[in-house]
């Protein structure tokens, strides 16, 4: 083949018409294009995200006028609930009693009872015995940001029973959805 007969050839199959993959008839005339759908499935379940802050609470100690009092008041934790549903949070002791180690020659109560520390959500009260069953402090529902929840406790002390000694009481904080 000349070159100017290779050049024409290749020009006029350069000018033919191109066609996408399809489903065609051999006329080439009729054509038709396959399309589908494609269901894109998630389950998004509850979310709930709890935060103690501080993790720790030093109670105040006592002194006279708390023992004559009966009990002394100390700001307890601040929680921060975020969640995607409505929520419940509540608070229980961990154990029944405190544990207590003792200090001095007397030893210290170990059968001090959970209920000695009250609980409230705000300072004024009402203020509640803690127990081993969760009680609820607050309730919220879905939002964006976080929902703060304060604690405050009222440690009862007898003249009579509570001996010198280390006393520690794990308190425990639930967050659920109802």
Sequence with gaps: MTRPL?????????????????????????????????????????????????????????????????????????????????WVLAVSAASAVWSATDTQTQPARTNKPAEDLLWAASPAGPFVALTISPAAIASGNASSGATAASLFYRTLYSWALDTPGEYSLQVVFTVSSP
């Design 6 to 86: 290779a050049a024409i050839v290749m020009c006029l199959a350069l000018a033919m018409p191109l066609h996408a993959q399809s489903n065609c008839t051999d006329s080439g005339v009729t054509c038709s294009t396959a399309s589908g759908t494609l269901l894109i499935n998630i389950t998004i379940g509850r979310a709930l995200f709890l935060t103690v802050t501080p993790p720790t609470t030093a109670l105040t100690a006592p002194t006279a006028a708390h023992y004559d009092a009966g009990f002394a008041e100390t700001t307890g934790p601040t929680t921060a609930i975020r969640s995607n549903a409505p």
